[in-house]
């Protein structure tokens, strides 16, 4: 502690005024105020004061081991507010170090200046065990780069074999904001401490990009993948080639805020390199100085063992009341975190004499039984028989048994593995020497239970049938395994037991372990990302894509709900989607994705098309989630509407103008045509010369044809904007073709044109507007009549067809057209030759075809030059009434 508590309780009461921090006054809220370091806490409420002793030493330092201790660091760093509050889960507790906790992160100022980082609990504060209390959580090993000793100049550093992945991020400067530590660990601390630096840094010391590529598509930030650079590993002339793939990210107003990807370590292509004299000698001073970059140590270190009660609990009631918790924080205050299901314990060990308590008995039984010793129903084992009774099979005789069981357990041709939670207790030897562990401690360093089962379920209680699962061994392979699940006790506490043995398939079928890491491989590039979750919706597995996507690393997120990746506007639809396919019957909806927005380590946000499947049935069936980012669609789709929104404006626009033209041309038109009219009549005296009659003829005769063709121009606008009003009805096609031919007749007859109908009987009614379809009978017969010469004919005729269609049809003998004729004439405004000779207003065909397509019908035209034309409009049997 750096001052007393006056200070910081002042601090907080003064924030507590502030709307988003309004939670600082409720009593019995947990606060931990950090120093700007992250790396002390200063003070605690004391709703938290239990906190203290479980998260940092005496000095008030955060225990190496803490999961937060990185995220805490980075935060008070700048990532946290000095307005406002950042909502952020946080792994502070300490029973359950695994299970994320929301927390509001603020940066603030004490009366002396000093900036502190003050975090507070939203829910209740996590509970501390008694063990936890007292003992402290061992400082893991701290990773150091190799350095040179006598007579091994050039020692190396660790290398594991195969290939090794790890995660970036950079701001948009592209300076490394984060690293996961995989990368240093495989190729040294000094060649892989790279946060703080920029690409273009990089590149000059660690890492060669033979064509500049790289830094070209930094320059252009694009998206990419399969980029082969050279990475120099410390103490040594080797390189090792490094797949790099990465992605632009961008802010909610689309401004570049960071680079985020992954990158493959390829260790078993590791060669050598030609250093230049001048990078040697950097190399060589460096050794003989002993410097070296600080390195940070990796997030995941191994925490306090969780007690037996804080580990078990039952995801089914998990999984609702997150459903409920998230419902309730989208409506209301946020309702406080169920109280965790203890199991019952197990019967209290036998007396001293016995040696073994009842439930390790049952373990050892488990064990006889993977081992194919058949026990006899009910025979006692030989702890249990009583004097002067045969005992039944013997696991070891009884001359032979050690005071520790664990020996036993070492000698087992079997793997043993106990664990409480996440925590491991004891692996035999079999099973260290299955997954390539030399000792228990390097499983715990290197991702402990959840990466030896790649973020499969840990297994609890006791079960009659073996669990198929995939274990992960320290090479990054992937062996299918047969466990069994139990309870025992270790150290006097309650314990998890997993017997585990290779599954037979892959004993007698090697190759499928192959086709297995083929298909894994596979998955891994592909573009979309793929998430496994369990029966509850958390976190089993994510693919290279989905790391890259969302910026975090598998083990960061395994074992969360899927709710950590999504925006809180998605949280329930997420989730009512996996209850969906959690309910009986239901398959895997492919066809039937969501829209959802997923959220970045860094705080961005992405749209994403959510698809989710089952994968098998049964208690141990799984889900997968696949995720597209369709930034771009949304991109795009942005466009098209906003290119709509114009299109449609301009469509008002020129129906305004049209509208302007029908008031301000028809009104002064109709006076001329009027005047005209008066004029010809000689209604007040006579004009006494022939030749202005004749000029009032043309005037008349030319107004007319302005009327007629801001007529159809308005008719054609109205019907482009989707404004003409029609109202469909039954209507008798033949009674109006009809009509209209009557009234056509005396324009046949002044030139000698012969008119011909031919009806279809009992033709069924039509569904269309009467007084379109009397526009389309005239526009098309008048056409016919206005191209065929003296002496031709008109033949007018309805039908049905053998499809159910009712067709209307004009054919003629006249001048006939072209195919591109035909072609130009369906075009507003584009005239022929032979239409102009014989006047017309260039819109009467596309004004028919516009009509006819808005009563739901079809306009074909085949037509011959010099043979004549054949006109049809065909009505589709959805448009026929039934008789």
């Not at 507590?16 to 790396?39: F, K």
């Not at 790099?244 to 390199?273: K, N, S, T």
């Not at 008119?755 to 017969?781: G, T, Y």
């Not at 819109?843 to 034309?869: F, H, Y």
Request: hydrophobic share 40%; net charge negative; proline share 7%.
């Amino acid at each position: 502690m750096t001052g007393g508590p006056d200070p910081f309780e002042a601090l907080i009461a003064q924030l507590a005024a502030e709307p988003d921090l309004s939670l600082l006054a409720r009593p019995g809220t947990g606060v931990l105020v950090w120093d700007q370091a992250g790396e002390r806490l200063l003070w605690a409420s004391p709703a938290a004061a239990a906190l203290r002793g479980a998260l940092t030493d005496e000095a008030g330092r955060t225990l190496p081991g803490l999961r937060a201790r990185d995220r805490i660091k980075a935060l008070a760093g700048g990532l946290a507010p000095r307005h406002g509050a950042l909502k952020e889960r946080l792994r502070l507790d300490p029973s359950r170090p695994w299970l994320p906790v929301a927390t509001l992160c603020r940066l603030a100022s004490l009366e002396t200046g000093e900036t502190v980082l003050v975090t507070a609990f939203v829910g209740p504060v996590p509970k501390v065990a008694s063990s936890l209390r007292t003992v402290r959580q061992s400082e893991p090993p701290s990773i150091e780069p190799s350095a040179p000793v006598e007579g091994d100049a050039t020692r190396l550093p660790d290398r594991r074999p195969g290939p090794v992945r790890f995660i970036w991020h950079t701001d948009a400067a592209t300076r490394f904001t984060d690293v996961s530590h995989d990368l240093p660990l495989a190729v040294g601390a000094m060649a892989g401490n790279i946060v703080g630096q920029t690409w273009e840094e990089v590149s000059r010391s660690v890492v060669e990009d033979p064509d500049g590529s790289v830094a070209a598509l930094f320059g252009r930030r694009e998206t990419w993948s399969g980029r082969t650079i050279l990475w120099s590993i410390d103490n040594s002339s080797l390189q090792v080639p490094v797949d790099w793939a990465g992605m632009p990210v961008f802010g909610p107003g689309r401004e570049l805020i960071g680079f985020r990807g992954f990158g493959l370590l390829r260790m078993d292509d590791v060669q050598e390199r030609t250093i230049p004299d001048a990078a040697a000698d950097l190399i060589a001073q460096s050794l003989v100085n002993g410097e070296t970059l600080p390195f940070r140590p990796p997030e995941e270190m191994p925490g306090e063992e969780p007690t037996a009660e804080a580990a078990q609990s039952d995801e089914d009631t998990w999984f609702s009341n997150l459903r409920d918790q998230v419902a309730a924080a989208l409506s209301g205050p946020k309702p406080p975190d169920p109280e965790p299901i203890e199991r019952p314990r197990p019967a209290e060990k036998q007396s001293q004499a016995s040696g073994l308590s009842s439930t390790e008995r049952n373990a050892f039984r488990e064990i006889a039984r993977a081992l194919g010793a058949r026990l006899e129903e009910g025979a006692p084992l030989p702890e249990e028989a009583e004097a002067g009774e045969e005992p039944g099979p013997r696991l070891v005789p009884p001359s032979t048994a050690p005071e520790d069981h664990t020996g036993i357990l070492n000698r087992l041709p079997i793997g043993i593995l106990v664990h409480r939670g996440e925590a491991i207790l004891f692996a035999n030897r079999f099973l260290l020497d299955l997954t390539g562990y030399e000792d228990i401690d390097q499983i715990r360093s290197e991702g402990g239970l959840v990466h030896l089962f790649r973020g499969s379920p840990v297994l609890s209680g006791a079960g009659d049938e073996d669990s198929a699962l995939a274990l992960t061994t320290r090479a990054n392979e992937n062996i299918s395994v047969a466990v069994r699940a139990s309870s025992t006790e270790w150290d006097g506490e309650p314990a998890d037991l997993m017997v585990i043995r290779r599954a037979l398939s892959l004993e007698t079928a090697p190759p499928q372990d192959s086709r297995i890491q083929e298909l894994e491989a596979i998955l891994d590039t592909a573009t979309d990302g793929v998430i496994v979750l369990n029966e509850t919706g958390r976190i089993l597995s994510l693919n290279r894509s989905a790391e890259a996507l969302f910026g975090y690393d598998e083990q960061a997120v395994a074992g969360d709900a899927i709710t950590v990746l999504l925006a809180p506007e998605s949280h329930m639809v997420a989730l009512d989607y996996l209850e969906s396919l959690r309910s009986p019957g239901m398959r895997s909806l492919l066809n039937d994705g969501r829209e959802v927005v997923g959220r970045e380590r860094q705080g961005g946000a992405i749209p994403l098309f959510m698809t989710m499947g089952r994968l098998g049935d049964g208690p141990d069936r799984r889900f997968c989630a696949v995720l597209r980012d369709i930034t771009a669609f949304k991109r795009t789709e942005g466009e098209l509407l906003g290119a709509k929104h114009a299109a449609e404006e301009a469509s008002a626009q020129k129906s305004d103008l049209l509208a302007t033209i029908s008031h301000e041309i028809r009104t002064p038109l109709n006076a001329i045509l009027g005047f005209a009219e008066v004029m010809l009549e000689e209604r007040f005296g006579s004009i006494g010369n022939d030749r202005y009659k004749e000029y009032l003829k043309d005037i008349h005769a030319s107004g007319s044809h302005v009327i007629s063709l801001v007529n159809d121009l308005l008719d054609l606008a109205k019907i482009e904007a989707g404004r003409l009003e029609l109202s469909f009805t039954g209507v008798s096609l033949n009674e109006l073709v009809s009509s209209c031919v009557t009234l056509l007749q005396p324009q046949a007859a002044r030139d000698r044109i012969v008119m011909r109908m031919s009806f279809a009987p009992k033709l069924p009614p039509v569904v269309a507007d009467e007084r379109s379809m009397r526009q389309i009978v005239l526009n098309l017969v008048s056409n016919a009549i206005k191209f065929t010469d003296a002496g031709g004919q008109v033949i007018v005729s309805t039908a049905m067809t053998d499809r159910g269609e009712v067709a209307f049809r004009v054919r003629d003998t006249g001048i006939g057209m072209t195919p591109e004729e035909v072609e130009a004439a369906l075009e507003p405004f584009r005239q022929l030759a032979t239409s102009r000779r014989r006047g017309g207003t260039g819109l009467g065909l596309p004004l028919t075809k516009a009509l006819v397509e808005a009563n739901r019908g079809a306009l074909q035209i085949a037509s011959q030059p010099s043979e004549g034309t054949l006109v049809e409009v065909i009505f589709p049997p959805t448009r026929v009434m039934a008789e």
